[in-house]
């Protein structure tokens, strides 16, 4: 199922079959089989019967200045979960950034699945979420303030959550396959969490008080262990920010995916040469050009999430 946040197509695999689902205005009933050569033919019903090799490609980071308010509307996706669009232009297509809630807690419509990503991220932004993840051992609940990264492909479930539940998703590519695996059975995969998924490390980060710094002038830090767990992939950040203070976002390099969320508080940004973008309440979220910096004041109080991915490949 593709893209996660606005599903448009779905593919269902079994005995050698695929069947693709596509939504949209109506068409020929679509049958793909994997292997071989290129090939299209129809039946005498009109079946189209495809024959496919093709691999997708990642497109390259298309990059440039994004502000979204937080005002932005809401649309219903996958098991049912609401999500909002924070980077619109998804920056050529190359990255997506979802605020995802659940307005009513409880039991999730979920099942066993897995992303074909090359990074993605799930910062809890309010209430609770309980989940499941493949060689991690027991559930646990991710709460306000934590994070996980999910490693290529490695299965995972959401099963409950809290009311009012906001999180933050965050993914590399932005259209990426999500594919069901309704048998997996998570008690029965061994737990192994030292194991690598394409380089890569199962990461949960638990804001725990060890990992803050504190800059001075108003400023505290605090790393979540996603560069180490993503061999520099991707790096992710929060900081916390006292009324008066300003923290700065040097000069972005080529080829990296810079995003700024507003989680609590509001500031005003400035990009590098002075262009203004003015006042920023929760919710707003800033996409950092490569090439360029900014800079935000905190008018009270505030906490942002600085997202940075390595988008060379």
Same mark, same amino acid.
């Not at 932004?125 to 991710?142: D, M, N, S, T």
């Not at 710094?213 to 992710?236: E, F, M, P, Q, Y």
């Not at 973008?277 to 090439?291: F, S």
């Given at each position: ?13 079994? #005995? ?25 033919? $129809? ?7 495809? @024959?496919?090799?093709?691999?997708? $490609? ?6 440039? +200045? ?5 005002? &932005? ?23 997506? @950034? ?27 932004? *309010?209430?609770?979420?309980?989940? @499941? ?19 290529? *492909? ?18 590399? %590519?932005? &259209?990426?396959?999500?594919? =069901?695996? #309704? ?5 029965? +995969?061994?737990?192994? %969490? ?39 992939? =991707? ?11 300003? #923290? =700065?976002?040097?000069?972005? %390099? ?15 940004? *400035? ?43």
């Amino acid at each position: 199922m593709f893209p996660a946040d606005d599903p448009r197509q779905v593919i269902l695999d079994g #005995h050698g079959i695929r069947l693709l689902v596509r939504r949209g205005p109506g068409g020929p009933l679509r049958l793909s089989v994997s292997g071989g050569v290129d090939c299209s033919s $129809a039946s005498p019903s009109g079946v189209v019967i495809e @024959a496919n090799t093709a691999v997708a $490609a990642i497109p390259p980071l298309n990059s440039k +200045f994004s502000l979204t308010s937080g005002d &932005e509307p809401w649309h219903v996706g996958r098991a049912g979960m609401h999500y909002r669009d924070l980077v619109p232009d998804r920056q050529g297509g190359s990255v997506i @950034a979802s605020h995802i809630r659940i307005p009513e807690g409880g039991p999730v419509p979920d099942y066993p699945h897995f992303h074909d990503v090359v990074f993605q991220l799930i910062f809890c932004h *309010k209430g609770w979420v309980r989940l @499941a993840y493949e060689g991690q051992g027991e559930p646990f609940v991710l709460q306000a303030g934590e994070c996980v990264t999910q490693p290529p *492909k490695i299965r995972h479930r959401v099963l409950e959550s809290s009311d009012d539940l906001h999180v933050i998703e965050v993914g590399f %590519p932005a &259209e990426h396959m999500t594919t =069901a695996d #309704h048998d997996f059975d998570f008690a029965a +995969f061994p737990v192994d %969490p030292d194991r690598r998924w394409d380089g890569q490390q199962f990461l949960r980060y638990t804001n725990d008080v060890n990992s803050w710094s504190d800059l001075g002038n108003g400023i505290r830090v605090s790393d979540t262990g996603v560069a180490k767990a993503t061999s520099d992939r =991707a790096d992710v950040r929060l900081v916390e920010m006292s009324e008066g203070s300003s #923290h =700065a976002v040097t000069t972005v %390099p080529n080829a990296l995916f810079s995003m700024v969320v507003v989680l609590a508080g509001e500031v005003t940004g *400035k990009l590098e040469g002075g262009n203004d973008m003015g006042r920023l309440g929760e919710g707003a979220t800033v996409v950092i050009p490569v090439e360029s910096g900014a800079s935000f004041t905190a008018e009270k109080s505030s906490k942002l999430l600085l997202v940075g991915i390595d988008t060379a490949l």
